[in-house]
């Protein structure tokens, strides 16, 4: 199980933890940071950058409440920066605290600091020309560990503070008891699972879990009255968590001249330093190096005091404490554990990961469009200071793609043009559904109408005929006679045109060359009066297909077009006949004509296949042109739209299905 996991609902995916992880240890998977257990080294860098509070330490208050019930005596072991913990009370308020919450008593883990520092000191001194690098940093251990591998064998072989201090009591002065650690450091809930030092430490609290059990607790520690600290003394080890302090405990000086031990602190600089070791460019030969610029700014604080304020609060109490406390009992108590063994050993957990080839990182590159090296931003957006790091993070399967914000911009403006565009077209299909729905129920009106009118014209068309034809030349009636007859006429045209557009009238089918009907059409048009100042350019395509139809209602949808485009242009101007195969889709003969006339103001262009419907003065026109030509084309199983612009002129198109043996083309119906 991890120290430390992800809280899914709050992570926001900034990936600032992905950016501060010095270990790689955080794989975005699914869009999730989640931290892998193997590579993690417990540094809790991730804990203080994440603004969201998305990242949780293992809870340990459980195990601590499970041992209050199981075990007759737990030892509390206060790390030495617990005065920074708690500033608002005395540490002797915090000490009476921690007892009252079922600890049977309250130990310092500096006793074991001073023991430690001492076995230091004597390590030092005996190997004083090789290279040793100091141990009390569970963080820093587990990065060398996993990522220094070939440095393990410099570790000094020393355990920690608190595991000595858990000997001391486990070993000698409280056998049997139960220890829990309780500090700033989530790292050492990892060290106490170490098979090394397993079963010296029975669990590890942060200060904020000790805060939190507090509150459980009712336990307002500024309220309570104080009380002294149990176990051994300590002394000088209560500065161990302060840089340096392991030095001064153990009085060995960084002689800046003479170079030999260098004290250093943070992730950058222990990174920098264990770099530098390897290279081999390192002189000095002791070195104290603690992760977290000292334990006191360790992750697991329940306050956001600066680190000079929590220096001063760890000094503060170690000096009231060295006013007070007598020297000689501390040397007695160091003497009574000089014998208790603090050694250890540490193995190496290669945790590196294999550098890919400049192929692998390429391909990986071109996946989110960066293809040449100007397309790299290095804008560290997605975590990884450079692109090609991000791309090696892909080949470990650490980072995904989608990390990349720029590409993401990109890929977000492609979608929003996409669906900007999908949304026009369904408008445009709904405007286009409606229509037709408008068109289907006026056509069902105008069949229904010219049926019933159909028979009783044809019966006075009949009746007005044989009487024109049994009456005398000279007779005065024939003209009466005739009128009727003729406006008889004109009424069975336009009820046969209603007919047309409600599509009742039967197509005579055959194959049709539409490019043929097109010339027979332009050349009956281009003899009309409205031609006159007119120009017609054609460009028809020879590889056109066939069309199953019927050739003479085809030419009238053709002859309507052509007649309104030479209507609209009576001072004269061009008509563009264009007719194109289109090998895809289901319309692959389309038909345009353009021209350049006075053009259909906007209001009107839903209305122009409506029957009836025209401009023109009364008497010029029935106004069932178009609204044939509609229905003769929706017959042909095909399309016919029109776009206009006043001033410019207007546009049709008609689009028809191939007839069923043109190669490759679908049928109609
Ligand atoms: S820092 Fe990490 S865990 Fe926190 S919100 Fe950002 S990505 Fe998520
Ligand atoms: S604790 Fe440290 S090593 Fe582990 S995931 Fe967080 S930042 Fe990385
Ligand atoms: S451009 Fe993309 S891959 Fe490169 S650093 Fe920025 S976010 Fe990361």
């Keep these: 199980m991890t120290v430390i996991s992800t809280i899914k609902e709050k992570c926001r995916r900034c990936y600032t933890c992905v950016r501060k992880c010095p270990a790689k240890a955080i794989k975005v998977e699914d869009g999730q940071a989640k931290v892998v257990a193997e590579r993690c080294i417990a540094c809790g860098s991730c804990i203080k950058v994440c603004r969201q509070e998305a990242k949780a330490i293992r809870d340990s208050t459980a195990t601590v409440k499970d041992l209050f019930w199981n075990s007759p005596e737990i030892i509390a072991c206060l790390a030495p920066s617990f005065p920074a913990a708690f500033p608002q009370a005395k540490p002797g308020q915090v000490i009476t605290a921690v007892r009252n919450l079922g600890f049977t008593e309250v130990m310092e883990v500096a006793f074991g600091a001073d023991l430690v520092a001492k076995v230091h000191a004597r390590w030092a001194k005996q190997n004083g020309d090789k290279l040793s690098i100091s141990s009390p940093c569970p963080a820093l251990i587990l990065y060398i560990k996993k990522y220094f591998p070939s440095l393990v064998e410099h570790l000094t072989p020393i355990v920690s503070p608190m595991v000595a201090m858990a000997r001391v009591i486990k070993r000698k002065a409280r056998p049997g008891g139960k220890v829990v650690f309780i500090g700033p450091c989530i790292a050492k809930k990892e060290e106490i699972e170490d098979p090394e030092v397993a079963g010296d430490v029975d669990a590890v609290l942060t200060f904020v879990e000790l805060d939190r059990m507090f509150q459980e607790a009712g336990l307002i520690p500024e309220k309570l009255p104080e009380s002294p600290i149990d176990g051994p003394l300590a002394r000088l080890g209560r500065i161990f968590p302060v840089p340096g302090g392991l030095l001064r405990s153990a009085s060995m000086k960084e002689d800046v001249c003479q170079n030999r031990i260098l004290v250093t602190e943070g992730k950058e600089a222990c990174t920098q330093i264990l770099n530098e070791i390897l290279e081999g460019s390192v002189e000095a030969k002791f070195m104290d190096l603690l992760f977290c610029e000292g334990c006191i700014n360790g992750p697991g604080f329940p306050n956001d005091l600066s680190f000079f304020s929590r220096k001063e609060l760890v000094a503060k109490y170690v000096q009231s404490r060295l006013k007070v406390e007598v020297e000689d009992r501390h040397k007695a108590d160091l003497g009574k554990y000089s014998r208790l063994s603090l050694k250890r050993s540490f193995r190496p957990d290669d945790r590196r990961l294999t550098t890919p080839s400049p192929d692998i990182i390429r391909e990986i590159l071109r996946r989110t469009n960066k293809v040449h090296p100007e397309d790299e931003l290095n804008c560290g957006a997605c975590g990884y200071a450079s692109c090609q790091e991000k791309a090696s993070a892909v080949y470990w399967g650490l980072a995904e793609n989608e990390m990349c914000l720029p590409y993401l911009i990109d890929q977000l403006e492609e979608n929003l043009s996409?669906?900007?565009?999908?949304?026009?077209?369904?408008?445009?299909?709904?405007?286009?559904?409606?229509?037709?729905?408008?068109?289907?129920?006026?056509?069902?009106?105008?069949?229904?109408?010219?049926?019933?009118?159909?028979?009783?014209?044809?019966?006075?068309?009949?009746?007005?005929?044989?009487?024109?034809?049994?009456?005398?030349?000279?007779?005065?009636?024939?003209?009466?006679?005739?009128?009727?007859?003729?406006?008889?006429?004109?009424?069975?045209?336009?009820?046969?045109?209603?007919?047309?557009?409600?599509?009742?009238?039967?197509?005579?089918?055959?194959?049709?060359?539409?490019?043929?009907?097109?010339?027979?059409?332009?050349?009956?048009?281009?003899?009309?009066?409205?031609?006159?100042?007119?120009?017609?350019?054609?460009?028809?395509?020879?590889?056109?297909?066939?069309?199953?139809?019927?050739?003479?209602?085809?030419?009238?949808?053709?002859?309507?077009?052509?007649?309104?485009?030479?209507?609209?242009?009576?001072?004269?101007?061009?008509?563009?006949?264009?007719?194109?195969?289109?090998?895809?889709?289901?319309?692959?003969?389309?038909?345009?004509?353009?021209?350049?006339?006075?053009?259909?103001?906007?209001?009107?262009?839903?209305?122009?296949?409506?029957?009836?419907?025209?401009?023109?003065?009364?008497?010029?026109?029935?106004?069932?042109?178009?609204?044939?030509?509609?229905?003769?084309?929706?017959?042909?199983?095909?399309?016919?739209?029109?776009?206009?612009?006043?001033?410019?002129?207007?546009?049709?198109?008609?689009?028809?299905?191939?007839?069923?043996?043109?190669?490759?083309?679908?049928?109609?119906?």
């Design 418 to 669: 996409r669906l900007a565009q999908s949304h026009k077209d369904l408008g445009e299909a709904q405007q286009q559904l409606i229509q037709s729905e408008k068109m289907a129920s006026v056509g069902q009106l105008a069949a229904g109408v010219a049926h019933e009118i159909n028979n009783p014209l044809g019966t006075i068309l009949l009746y007005s005929h044989m009487i024109l034809e049994k009456l005398e030349q000279k007779d005065s009636r024939r003209e009466e006679l005739d009128t009727i007859a003729k406006e008889a006429t004109r009424c069975r045209d336009i009820v046969r045109g209603l007919l047309d557009f409600a599509r009742q009238r039967k197509l005579q089918v055959e194959n049709v060359d539409v490019n043929q009907i097109l010339e027979e059409g332009i050349s009956l048009v281009a003899a009309q009066p409205a031609f006159g100042k007119v120009e017609i350019a054609k460009t028809l395509d020879p590889s056109l297909p066939t069309t199953e139809g019927d050739p003479v209602q085809l030419k009238e949808v053709f002859l309507n077009i052509l007649s309104n485009a030479g209507e609209a242009m009576p001072q004269g101007g061009k008509v563009t006949v264009v007719s194109r195969f289109r090998e895809a889709g289901s319309h692959p003969i389309e038909i345009m004509i353009r021209d350049t006339g006075q053009g259909i103001p906007q209001e009107n262009l839903n209305k122009i296949f409506m029957p009836f419907f025209t401009t023109k003065k009364i008497g010029q026109g029935t106004g069932l042109g178009l609204a044939i030509a509609y229905g003769i084309v929706k017959m042909h199983h095909g399309s016919i739209d029109v776009q206009s612009k006043v001033g410019e002129g207007t546009t049709f198109w008609v689009k028809l299905p191939a007839d069923s043996s043109s190669k490759g083309q679908e049928t109609i119906g």
